[in-house]
Nanobody, 117 residues
Framework: QVQLVESGGGLVQTGGSLRLSCVAS????????VGWYRQAPGKYREWVAY???????DYRDSGKGRFTISRDNAKNTMYLQIDSLRPEDTAVYYC???????????WGQGTQDTVSS
């Protein structure tokens, strides 16, 4: 049973934008903090942003001012808008629901974002 489905990745040029989406099952999404991680080739997975059920947000320093996380609780969906993309943003982006859970079912399949210089 697929519980998290991501979409929206792709190949873009430096300075471009992407909008990632993650649809979750209701039992995982409701009332939970949710968020995004990413993993670049040869690097550890790192957190990107999270949003609480009440829509409080936080971002890693490199994403502040460029990343915007949002959620639609009625659709069990969260989004990550990435603007002013940089080559170092190239990574596989994973949604994590609920935030911080390491259970395999708490991770999406990942969506590849590639930023060309």
């Amino acid at each position: 049973q697929v519980q998290l489905v991501e979409s929206g990745g792709g190949l873009v040029q430096t300075g471009g934008s992407l909008r990632l989406s993650c649809v979750a099952s209701a039992n995982k999404f409701t009332y939970n903090t949710v968020g995004w991680y990413r993993q670049a080739p040869g690097k550890y997975r790192e957190w990107v942003a999270y949003i609480t059920y009440g829509r409080m947000t936080d971002y890693r320093d490199s994403g502040k001012g460029r990343f915007t996380i949002s959620r639609d609780n009625a659709k069990n969906t969260m989004y990550l808008q990435i603007d002013s993309l940089r080559p170092e943003d190239t990574a596989v982006y994973y949604c994590n629901v609920p935030w911080g859970s390491q259970d395999p079912t708490s991770w999406g399949q990942g969506t590849q974002d590639t930023v060309s210089s």
